[in-house]
């Protein structure tokens, strides 16, 4: 009996080593095959990638520059602006509100912004600015659509849903976001600001692989909420750790983030169209299901994607930003591939 149970062990012991060794296996892969592919890529690869699965790093490494004049190479921890993926941020502030019933996501927004004269205020609600189905081209013009009819990506719905979050809060939205980035000990992600922060790098737009400065930002207080944000590929992993395992919302607030009444399509996620939730795009129709977003602009770009079967995270962002809008996260939709193929989001 003695010699069976050790036997026994034994092969559990092999079997066990044996998937140690092809999951270490698969991991190296993919690695070697990002590097080889950013060592030729085109358009260049200028940022920082991380791969994280069950809270763990199973790569992480930076390309490239944080200031191409100074030749300044980037480092892991540099931050860089993230655009749109602030809105995803921005979405959970108000969602947090919602948990405490000072916010109601089916008021309409003239309720927390009576200073709006425009007549659509009484008929946009606070849930329709979070999923782009308000409507709103801009404050001097009609709606596009009826509200909750259609939808059109842009920054009016969650800039105005962070100016609601000052009004209900009466706190600053950097003061507010950054209260909780401090409670997550996301210790590098902040609203951008004047005073830039040491490890915050240059953004370049992209022309056939030259590199310009930019030395203005579209981010200003009415925008925050949609793209004000600055983080590192680490603090956004924290992030992800904490937002997709219940650590931030209640799990039925979550799971309404997470619900779609519209479809809408984007390069970097697939070909047909996907949900689009609150601040977060939804593919749940396709093998593996996923979800996260992208930003764009100031000469930055940036992609953070969240796979729950598997809890792996890949998050790229890059301080470079191409002109030719073809080539939009061109190497992060590559990278994506490459991690499709891997057989890691196949791991439970």
């Given at each position: 009996?003695n010699s069976i149970f050790k036997i026994s062990s034994l092969a559990a012991v092999l079997f066990l080593c044996s998937i140690s060794?092809?999951?270490?296996?698969?991991?190296?892969?993919?690695?070697?095959?990002?590097?080889?592919?950013?060592?030729?890529?085109?358009?260049?690869?200028?940022?920082?990638?991380?791969?994280?699965?069950?809270?763990?790093?199973?790569?992480?490494?930076?390309?490239?520059?944080?200031?191409?004049?100074?030749?300044?190479?980037?480092?892991?921890?540099?931050?860089?602006?993230?655009?749109?993926?602030?809105?995803?941020?921005?979405?959970?502030?108000?969602?947090?509100e919602v948990e405490k019933g000072t916010i109601k996501l089916n008021d309409p927004i003239k309720k927390y912004m009576p200073e709006?004269?425009?007549?659509?205020?009484?008929?946009?609600?606070?849930?329709?600015?979070?999923?782009?189905?308000?409507?709103?081209?801009?404050?001097?013009?009609?709606?596009?659509?009826?509200?909750?009819?259609?939808?059109?990506?842009?920054?009016?719905?969650?800039?105005?849903?962070?100016?609601?979050?000052?009004?209900?809060?009466?706190?600053?939205?950097?003061?507010?976001?950054?209260?909780?980035?401090?409670?997550?000990?996301?210790?590098?992600?902040?609203?951008?600001?004047?005073?830039?922060?040491?490890?915050?790098?240059?953004?370049y737009d992209n022309k056939n692989n030259v590199f310009t400065k930019v030395t203005s930002s579209q981010i200003n207080p009415g925008?925050?909420?949609?793209?004000?944000?600055?983080?590192?590929?680490?603090?956004?992993?924290?992030?992800?750790?904490?937002?997709?395992?219940?650590?931030?919302?209640?799990?039925?607030?979550?799971?309404?983030?997470?619900?779609?009444?519209?479809?809408?399509?984007?390069?970097?996620?697939?070909?047909?169209?996907?949900?689009?939730?609150?601040?977060?795009?939804?593919?749940?129709?396709?093998?593996?299901?996923?979800?996260?977003?992208?930003?764009?602009?100031?000469?930055?770009?940036?992609?953070?994607?969240?796979?729950?079967?598997?809890?792996?995270?890949?998050?790229?962002?890059?301080?470079?930003?191409?002109?030719?809008?073809?080539?939009?996260?061109?190497?992060?939709?590559?990278?994506?591939?490459?991690?499709?193929?891997?057989?890691?989001?196949?791991?439970?």
């Amino acid at each position: 009996m003695n010699s069976i149970f050790k036997i026994s062990s034994l092969a559990a012991v092999l079997f066990l080593c044996s998937i140690s060794y092809s999951y270490s296996q698969n991991v190296n892969s993919l690695a070697a095959q990002i590097d080889s592919l950013l060592a030729v890529s085109s358009p260049k690869f200028n940022g920082t990638i991380l791969i994280s699965q069950k809270g763990k790093t199973i790569y992480s490494k930076a390309y490239g520059f944080a200031d191409l004049e100074k030749k300044t190479p980037l480092e892991i921890d540099n931050a860089f602006e993230i655009m749109s993926n602030s809105k995803q941020i921005c979405a959970v502030l108000v969602l947090k509100e919602v948990e405490k019933g000072t916010i109601k996501l089916n008021d309409p927004i003239k309720k927390y912004m009576p200073e709006l004269k425009q007549s659509w205020a009484h008929s946009v609600t606070v849930s329709q600015l979070l999923n782009h189905t308000h409507g709103i081209e801009a404050l001097d013009k009609p709606l596009l659509f009826k509200p909750g009819s259609d939808f059109k990506y842009n920054g009016w719905g969650l800039g105005l849903a962070g100016q609601i979050l000052e009004k209900v809060t009466k706190k600053s939205y950097p003061a507010l976001s950054y209260a909780l980035f401090q409670k997550l000990k996301m210790t590098r992600t902040m609203c951008y600001a004047k005073i830039i922060p040491p490890y915050l790098v240059s953004g370049y737009d992209n022309k056939n692989n030259v590199f310009t400065k930019v030395t203005s930002s579209q981010i200003n207080p009415g925008s925050y909420g949609s793209d004000g944000i600055i983080s590192t590929v680490h603090d956004l992993a924290i992030w992800n750790n904490n937002l997709h395992k219940g650590k931030i919302l209640k799990p039925e607030t979550y799971k309404l983030m997470l619900q779609y009444k519209i479809l809408a399509q984007h390069m970097a996620f697939e070909k047909e169209k996907v949900g689009y939730g609150y601040g977060i795009r939804v593919v749940d129709k396709e093998t593996p299901k996923y979800i996260g977003h992208t930003g764009l602009g100031d000469g930055f770009s940036s992609i953070n994607l969240y796979y729950p079967e598997s809890d792996t995270s890949l998050i790229i962002l890059e301080n470079q930003m191409n002109e030719d809008s073809n080539l939009f996260y061109a190497n992060e939709i590559k990278i994506k591939k490459l991690l499709l193929k891997s057989g890691l989001l196949n791991q439970k």
